[in-house]
């Protein structure tokens, strides 16, 4: 007798632990992946083309907002008005898309690498402003250079 025409009685414990497991068992899975798991699986550089061109275009929006500035375009300046929070939802996704990733990642590990991967290049790149701004004050114009203040390391 095996596992396929085994009686409900033999089911209840009759036969051996062997034959209930293969009564028991799953059906081999033929549906597709819930889409929990794909992301999961794709490498971390994966980069996701549709979110790329909405970016591009939303770039584009919010360059249009701020530069119509004569009176026959004004009105057109609400095209751009998605830009900013298509980008406050694409951080959100790609903070959420990071934890997901690595959940046993430590909330300082991934403060840690922000740092390094976005406030240093701040740093680096507001230094260099401000002395080519200085430079500029100096040479071309007699006002005198902005001194640093606290405050815009935050801005």
């Known amino acids: 007798?095996?596992?396929?025409?085994?009686?409900?009685?033999?089911?209840?414990?009759?036969?051996?632990?062997?034959?209930?497991?293969?009564?028991?068992a799953d059906p081999p899975r033929t549906e597709r992946a819930s889409p929990a798991t794909v992301p999961a699986s794709l490498p971390a550089s994966a980069?996701?083309?549709g979110l790329d061109a909405a970016?591009?275009?939303?770039?584009?929006?919010?360059?249009?907002?701020?530069?119509?500035?004569?009176?026959?375009?004004?009105?057109?300046?609400?095209?751009?008005?998605?830009?900013v929070p298509f980008y406050v939802f694409a951080a959100t996704f790609f903070l959420a898309r990071g934890f997901w990733r690595d959940p046993q990642r430590l909330l300082?590990?991934?403060?840690?690498?922000?740092?390094?991967?976005?406030?240093?290049p701040f740093l680096a790149w507001s230094?260099?402003?401000?002395?080519?701004?200085?430079?500029?004050?100096?040479?071309?114009s007699a006002q005198p250079s902005v001194q640093p203040e606290r405050w815009m390391l935050f801005s």
């Not at 033999?10 to 051996?16: I, K, N, R, T």
């Not at 922000?114 to 406030?119: A, G, S, W």
């Not at 230094?127 to 040479?139: S, T, V």
């Open 47 to 49: 980069r996701i083309g």
């Open 127 to 140: 230094a260099i402003y401000l002395l080519a701004r200085d430079l500029k004050h100096f040479e071309f």
């Open 55 to 83: 970016r591009f275009v939303a770039a584009v929006a919010i360059c249009w907002l701020h530069s119509c500035d004569s009176p026959e375009l004004r009105d057109s300046r609400v095209i751009g008005t998605f830009g």
């Open 1 to 24: 007798m095996n596992a396929l025409t085994a009686k409900p009685s033999d089911s209840l414990g009759l036969m051996g632990k062997s034959a209930i497991s293969t009564v028991v």
């Open 108 to 120: 300082t590990t991934y403060y840690a690498s922000r740092f390094r991967r976005l406030y240093l």
